[in-house]
């Protein structure tokens, strides 16, 4: 899997949009970017992944750059449950590929 | 998505026993997978636990020290050996459904602390 890099953390004032910076230059072709974020004490959870175009869901949103060398995930209006470590991913989609942690971004969403 | 149950959420241990952690999931999966989250850091992949042979192991990790279990398709059991101060960790059971489309899911870990 190609590899990511994050800022270690990043501060958001609560009720502002979050946007959560993502560099992977050696992504291959077959490589989606996936986020997943990781409230204290809990497993990692799924947020959203994308190929090439932007994405969109209830939770967040993908901006994709056109070259896939990086990517920035937008948490549209933050709160302080969504202060945690989000960590991008870029993996092939075939399912059954493991998954290879980064060291990820902090956010803290401040009040 | 998958629903995974891990046991024990939590241990206290004894240095020099071994724990052995469980991880069940409410329906088949094609990919098994043990981490480890050592404190202040990320997810470490342990091994991918296969269903009905040996496991695979990562860089770093041995079965003697990890041995790991998965007698059917939702079912897997990781053994922390002989352990010492430095396995305090939180070990995550993964899974991953085929063609998933939400990728992994995670379970919500066992927090080990060694004494």
């Known amino acids: 899997d190609a590899k990511t890099t994050q800022p270690p953390s990043m501060d958001c004032a609560e009720g502002r949009a979050a946007n959560l910076p993502c560099n992977h230059s050696?992504?291959?072709?077959?490589?989606?970017v996936y986020w997943y974020r990781q409230i204290h004490s809990q497993g990692p959870q799924y947020i959203i992944h994308g190929l090439k175009n932007n994405e969109t869901n209830e939770m967040a949103s993908l901006i994709i750059t056109e070259d896939r060398k990086s990517s920035t995930l937008i948490l549209p209006h933050a709160t302080l449950r969504d202060t945690a470590v989000y960590y991008c991913?870029?993996?092939?989609?075939?399912?059954?590929?493991?998954?290879?942690f980064g060291t990820g971004t902090r956010l803290t969403i401040i009040p | 998505s998958a629903v995974i149950s891990q046991k024990p959420s939590r241990d206290i241990c004894q240095r020099g026993t071994s724990l052995t952690i469980q991880c069940q999931v409410d329906?088949?999966?094609?990919?098994m997978f043990w981490y480890r989250q050592q404190p202040g850091q990320s997810l470490t992949l342990i091994a991918t636990a296969n269903q009905g042979s040996e496991a695979t192991y990562e860089s770093g990790f041995v079965i003697d020290k990890f041995p790991i279990s998965r007698p059917n398709l939702t079912f897997s059991t990781l053994t922390v050996s002989n352990m010492s101060p430095e396995d305090s960790s939180i070990y995550l059971c993964s899974v991953v459904l085929w063609q998933s489309v939400d990728g992994y899911t995670f379970g919500s870990g066992t927090r080990l602390t060694v004494v």
């Open positions: 329906s088949q999966v094609t990919m």
């Open positions: 991913i870029v993996r092939v989609n075939f399912g059954n590929e493991k998954l290879t």
């Open positions: 050696t992504i291959s072709g077959n490589e989606y």
